[in-house]
């Protein structure tokens, strides 16, 4: 039985915001813009004195010691002699940890709550990799089935698939699950239920995880409290961009991508935003770059879904790559890109890509795609920049951001590092 994408109402959380095509933060400006709450945090430190540039580095023993501190006996020795692709995800975690004192801890602490019951190959998930492998055709499916697979601590927000020492395997960042909860708290339709500096604080914090500057202890320092309804929602946004994410990493294994040079000319773009000076929009790709948007394409049309599901799952595409250019604007304000440079295609183009050569699901609202949301990204866009030129150092610094102040409804108590986890 094929695996569901969702359970609940006709359109799911991707139209929640369809049709206020008034949005109420259209109507926003700068001058509304509130004070951020950024606390420094320590930088990240060896948690032990380490001679090595990287755990990876250092001889068996002493990385079995250092492992032993969150992995079972069995998985120590996985770690240090792997013998197939799933032994090497496991070590690229296991060393990721290492490398890191504040994820390091965050997993000490995990190990002494869960007790005898604790793995940490269990602790990481494959699901939304198992999900889209579900709803592949057959041949489709044999093709991915052995590919070793999930998420991972990284320092790159960013989904991947490679080939390993072991075999294939395919990655993507835990910290996209927080990006896409913060942005979309941001950018949904909660602008009744949540205030407009929180909503800011949130797209503040999503940025800042992209950015690399954000601590990544969510687990055990909450960024504030999000009431349980909203976060509902939030998830099940974060489930279906997820299962997206997974299945564009097996869609350039599928088509059997490979590296070479080429470049071809592209449309102009056709959804309204108003930024026509996006950095990354280019009128050449490269091959690599041609291929994410095949890759994208595929994500969408190799799974077998009812119309129902098929909407649900392609409106989630397009709002992921909306969040993502609001992201963008951020990153590309900071530290302009040289488009050929990169390996991937902007995330406007990416929409846009989808909007003109995915199949469109049978209710699909061409109003709110290719113009309510369009603007409500050059809205974001066009906030975001500016706070990022007026408030450069609360990106760029280490630590952690949180949607309100202590003590209040928004954040609750404040938690002190060291002291309460």
Known sequence: MKKRLFTGTKNGFSSIWAGKKNHSLLKKTGDELKKAYVERNEKDLEPVVNLYDTWADAPDDVLRGMVDGYCTPEESERVVHPQNSKDYLLRLRAVYIADHTRTWRVFLHLRRIFGKEWSLEKYFSSDAYDAFRSM????????????????????????????SPHGILSTYSVSLRYFSIYANLALGGFEQEVPWHVRLNSMRIACRVMLNT???????????????????DLKTEWWLNNIFLAGHEFSHFILGHIKEENKE???????????DTDYRKIYGYTVSQKQEFEADLAALNLVDLTDEEYSVYYCAALNWFAILAVYEGVEDSISPPNGFNQT???????????????????????????????ELVSFWRDIMINDAAEHIEMYEMYGSAYLDKPNTAWRGKE????VDY
Request: with cysteine; proline share 6%; charged share 35%.
């Open 136 to 163: 592949l055709g057959k041949e489709e499916y044999k093709k991915c089935k052995d590919v070793a697979c999930g998420n991972i601590y990284d320092n790159n927000a960013n989904g991947l698939i490679f080939a």
């Open 214 to 232: 954000e601590a990544q202890d969510f687990i055990f320092d909450p960024r504030g409290i999000i009431p349980e309804k909203i976060m509902n």
């Open 265 to 275: 000319e592209m449309g102009f773009l056709k959804p309204h935003f108003k930024d």
């Open 344 to 374: 991937h295609p902007g995330a406007i183009a990416r929409y846009t890509n989808l909007i003109e050569k995915a199949r469109r699901p049978k209710d699909f609202d061409e109003k709110i795609y290719v113009e309510t949301l369009p």
């Open 415 to 418: 938690l002190i590092d060291r």
